[in-house]
């Protein structure tokens, strides 16, 4: 116990200098494009010289960047994440609304792409070169290169418009008074689709990886004595091979997590999904620097955090890992 | 009627389906006045996409379609454009408008009995307020249009008299009616910081239907008035604003029956074919008759090339305007013939016509002004910057630059996004040619004049950022900004009109309205010529 405190401990530590730079970096690529929240809002209504000068006053434009960067800065330490001028809110209440689905859409995707793929994984890995290998690598291969907003199209076309099985986006049915289990499955039926499309992209992922490590592992000593030992087969395959072959995706899980947070945009706008990703690109597209730079931070928060928790998983998988220290006490 | 229609020169009817076969086409063919006479039924919740989410619904601080979309169901103006009435206009909040011979007033009686949504009652001093407060004050467009009102008397609660310190001519005050005039409750307004006031956000007016609630990045909801004026009405129980920021995925959501409309032109036009065969949705591009926006190559003056008046003229005859009404358009616009579109009963001079699509003429004139072909056959190069704010206006930049290097002017096309476009073209000026998309508001001193007019300052969106400087112009828009009668005032707006097609200070190239998907059970779409945006008290929604 003592064991992963402290290595949430460190970690926690480490995650500072690495939200500095995100802060920074941020922060110095949004100065350097061209217009500013305030160039943002005129392009869709207009406005006169005085309404320009007022609202560059008002939202705090009229300063430099290293003053608006340093008053960022300084408000963030009191754990403040500012003012959103594209939504006028405080940005920390914008992030919350929408960080509620983007996990919901991102856990369910992450969860499916991981159990189907390296399910499916040691099916193919059973019998590496097999005719059920070769079909479920060439087929996860298939939807891995399908682009996701068309993937997406798709699955609305035939489920939503053909068959009329599923709604066609949103998280829920707008206004529909439902509350406790009813609602509930209300969001599980409209997530059904946005999840299988982000889920089935990074499924081949898994697979692959899964098959390759399987394959790998049945040629090694330990998995040709225990068979020349004569156990069973399949007690090879789930005790010994499947097991070890686990790890490599256990650490890309970890991975998955910043880029299924990205992939998740065009997912959410297709699906129209109120999430983070959506967010994100209203965030650049209305120059509110406050705002990306406080979704960054959520994101690279849950990154963090989804990393740890890979590391401690990582630790109840592999006995080696991590305990040198006390066998040796 | 007709006299509004920018499509029935190509061939469209009212309610237009396309290329339906079958029982589409039959129901396109009922008459609108046989859907008119079925009695309308109260109930129903009509789902519209929308795909963007204005942060601030106060259409009296900002009057652009994005906000009056949703805002117009509950915030109410003086008047609302019409097919029908003389003068385009049918009453609103305020039951009668006459000016004064001098320009210097104009009277509004109001609507009796007409209360806030919190109850209280609608008087001449939340006109007053609205007015001297808001609309001359806050207002993008209003800062212009009232700059000269001075005060608005309230002599009794139902009658307001505005008076100008300069003679404003009646008939522009008439015009801006629709879009500038939307009331604001001055209880909750007065003594606040308007700009900040949290009725901004949900507002509170005299219209059909209430504030309900809005989910950020889901919907926003608004729901029946029950106290509503027009007894009766409005026929739906709500509004839903469903947010679809994927536009295939819109045209998905009304093939599955979730939302019932999609308007301005939320599908985009290649689906428009397709679509309509689809059974039970309709396409309509009626109703937008005064939303015209226009297509326009916006020049920089400050490049010496396009000093020239003959160059400005050699690029007029470099675009081919019937392709790009039909190709680009797809036949959704009519190609510009000035600054006035055609569509404009009041102002419209066929008689001043921009220079049209002759390219070996271009080429002459570009030999002339000096500006010979070099060794890659190009004169000169310029930098040309589409507006992002349409496809259309995207995909006529990519059109341009290939029309200009048939005549010898290479152009580097620079595509940004909306923030990085009005900071290169409107503060920077930091462009040779851009394409542009400004809007008609029915009268040419509202939104039009400004963008040739001298001396106005830098960083103004959708003003003169090409700094086109001509005493001419800039003495006949002064004359005709204080010309009080209609008669004279229409005459000088042609003059201008003449001035525009042949000074070129920008070329116009086409001009469109939008289209509307929407369910065929869903009645009075195309009610007014500004229908998505007014208030659908009318609309209702058959079983």
Known sequence: ?329 | MARFDVFAARGMSRRTVLGAGGLAAASALLPAGALAQQSPRSGGRLIVAADSEPRNLNPAIVASNGVFFVSSKVVEPLAEADFGTPDGLAPRLALSWTGSADGRSATFTLRPNVTWHDGKPFTSADVAFSAMEVWKKLQNLGRVVFADLESVDTPDPLTAVFRFAKPTPFQLIRNALPALTAVLPKHLYEGTDINANKANAAPVGTGPFRWGESRPGEYTRLVRNPSYWSAGQPYLDEIVYRVLPDRAAASGALEAGEIQLAAFSMVPLADLARIAKVPGLDVITRGYEALTYQLVVEVNHRKPELADVRVRRAISHAIDRDFVARTIFVGFAATSSGPVPRNDPQFYDAAAQVPAFDPARANALLDEAGFKRGANGMRFKLRLLPAPFFNETRQFGAYLRQALAAVGIEADLVNNDSAAHTKAVYTDRAFDLAVGSPVYRGDPAISTTILVQGGLPPGVPFSNQGGYQSATMDALIAKAATTIDEAQRTALYREFQQLVVTDLPLINVAEWGFTSVASNKLRNVTSNPRWAVSNWADVWLAP
């Not at chain 1, 609305?156 to 599923?166: D, E, P």
């Open chain 1, 1 to 329: 116990m003592r064991r992963a405190l402290s290595l949430v401990r460190r970690r926690l530590l480490g995650a500072i200098p690495v939200l500095a730079l995100v802060i920074v970096g941020t922060f110095t690529l949004l100065e350097f494009a061209p217009g500013d929240a305030v160039d943002a809002y005129l392009g869709a209504t207009g406005g006169d010289r005085g309404l320009v000068d007022q609202l560059r006053r008002d939202w705090g434009l009229d300063q430099g960047p290293l003053q608006r960067l340093g008053l960022y800065v300084a408000a963030l330490a009191r754990l403040d994440l500012g003012w959103s001028v594209a939504f006028s809110k405080p940005v920390l209440t914008v992030i919350l609304e929408r960080l509620p689905n983007t996990l919901l859409l991102m856990g369910a995707a992450i969860a499916l792409a991981f159990g189907l793929g390296s399910l499916l994984g040691v099916v193919a890995g059973s019998r590496p070169g097999s005719a059920t290998d070769r079909a479920l690598s060439i087929g996860s291969l298939a939807l891995y290169a399908i682009p996701g907003f068309w993937l997406g199209l798709v699955l609305i076309i035939v489920f939503a418009v053909q068959l009329r099985w599923l709604p066609s986006g949103g998280i829920e049915t707008i206004a529909s008074g439902l509350g406790g289990l009813a609602r509930a499955g209300d969001i599980a039926r409209h997530l059904v689709l946005p999840v299988s499309a982000l889920g089935l992209l990074y499924l081949a992922l898994y697979l692959r990886m899964m098959r390759t490590s399987m394959a790998e592992v049945w040629r090694q000593d330990f998995a040709r004595a225990a068979l020349a030992r004569g156990v069973p087969r399949r007690r090879v395959l789930w005790r010994h091979v499947a097991r070890n072959a686990l790890l490599p995706l256990v650490t890309m899980l970890g991975l998955q997590a910043a880029t299924m947070l990205g992939g998740s945009v065009v997912i959410e706008s297709v699906f129209a999904v109120p999430g983070l990703g959506r967010l994100a690109h209203e965030a650049v597209a209305q120059r509110d620097t406050p705002l990306l730079l406080g979704i960054i931070l959520v994101g690279a928060l849950v990154v963090i955090l989804v990393n740890l928790a890979v590391d401690v998983a990582y630790a109840a998988l592999d006995p080696r890992v991590g305990s040198g220290k006390e066998t040796a006490a």
